[in-house]
């Protein structure tokens, strides 16, 4: 008697086996690694491509958006270039946080999102840029085609998040946020962070 040949179907690491997106810089993909309704921060494990538990949330805050990376980014010279107070890249691939109308309660999944703006935060001297988009074809954020036409409390809720969610008890914050971006230096970000990529690890 014979058997059929097992059939393995081989899932593409996220960060390297996905594309940037359909429409660079204007349209990115984002590979989303925790949602708000998490109470522990995930990220990806950069060898098998799968999610880590990286730490529980150490403050009561959640992330106020849906938050991950594009793949085929890096942050590297380009990107450090674009913040002068920074010294370094910091090495990963650039951070995306995405709006969406509808709650999206799960991670590890892909959206089509238009980069809007972004929060250049330095993270113990590297360069370790937010940028902020919308989710394509959202009924309530999808036709945001800058930072100045979202609510500025939710913009602030962004930078408190990010200014906090490092904090240890009794020690000094290491995060700061430089600037607040619109979309004309968002786009200039991904593309340095594209350029970087393919000067690590090539096309």
């Known amino acids: ?9 081989w899932r593409p690491h996220p960060w ?20 708000p309704f998490d109470t522990v921060k995930y990220e ?11 730490r529980p949330q150490r403050t009561s805050s959640h992330p106020p ?16 270039k674009l913040s002068p107070k920074s010294t370094a890249g910091d090495l990963d691939p650039l951070d995306i946080c ?18 809007v703006g972004g929060l250049q935060m330095i993270d113990g001297g590297e360069a370790d840029d937010k ?18 036409e979202l609510p500025q409390q939710l913009i602030e809720r962004l930078r408190h998040y990010f200014l906090t969610y490092k904090l240890k008890p009794g020690e000094p914050t ?9 979309a004309e230096h968002a786009h200039k ?6 350029a970087d990529y393919v000067d690590t690890f090539g096309e």
């Not at 008697?1 to 179907?9: C, D, L, N, T």
């Not at 995405?98 to 980069?115: D, G, H, K, M």
């Not at 290491?174 to 619109?182: D, K, R, V």
């Open 131 to 148: 940028i902020i988009a919308v989710l394509a074809n959202d009924p309530i954020w999808g036709d945001v085609k800058d930072i100045a």
């Open 1 to 9: 008697m014979s058997f059929p040949k097992p059939f393995y179907s």
């Open 98 to 115: 995405v709006l969406s109308e509808r709650p999206i309660t799960r991670a590890e999944v892909i959206l089509n999102c238009n980069p």
């Open 65 to 80: 958006t849906l938050y991950g990376f594009v793949p085929r980014t890096y942050c590297g010279d380009r990107v450090q």
């Open 16 to 35: 390297h086996g996905l594309s940037v997106g359909p429409d660079a810089p204007n349209v990115v993909h984002a590979y989303i690694e925790i949602t």
């Open 44 to 54: 990806i494990d950069k060898e098998t491509g799968y999610l880590r538990v990286d």
């Open 189 to 194: 970000v991904i593309e340095a962070a594209m």
């Open 174 to 182: 290491t995060t700061q946020i430089e600037e607040i971006y619109g």
